[in-house]
């Protein structure tokens, strides 16, 4: 019988809405980085992740450098190593930014 994992989400675009997300087991957003880094021979160490979400929590505290947009959960916020605008206000321009200046 394969194996599922339920991971529950919010959107800070749909404030007060709820998702559940049911993959198998280990897939997830991180799993996948990780899968895309070691193809690139990168460790997520040198990888930077943009996000805004509580799903998007995992890989941004597993990346060298984590940015939270300024419309996410103070949770995410607060994971990050960077905060940003929000999505209206041109956040993932000012995140690309930053992540340009470092390479």
Do not use: Y
């Not at 394969?2 to 989400?9: D, F, G, I, Q, S």
């Not at 799993?31 to 992740?49: K, T």
């Not at 996410?72 to 000012?94: F, N, S, T, Y």
């Amino acid at each position: 019988m394969l194996e599922v994992e339920v991971h529950e989400a919010t959107s800070p675009g749909m404030p007060g809405v709820g998702f559940s997300s049911v993959t198998a087991a280990g897939v997830s957003k991180r799993a996948a980085a990780e899968w895309v880094a070691a193809r690139l021979g990168l460790d997520l160490s040198r990888c930077a992740m943009v996000g805004d979400g509580e799903n998007d929590l995992e890989l941004i505290r597993a990346t060298g450098l984590g940015i939270a947009m300024g419309n996410a959960p103070e949770q995410v916020k607060r994971a990050a190593k960077r905060v940003v605008g929000p999505v209206d206000a041109c956040g993932l321009e000012q995140a690309l930014a930053i992540i340009l200046a470092q390479l």
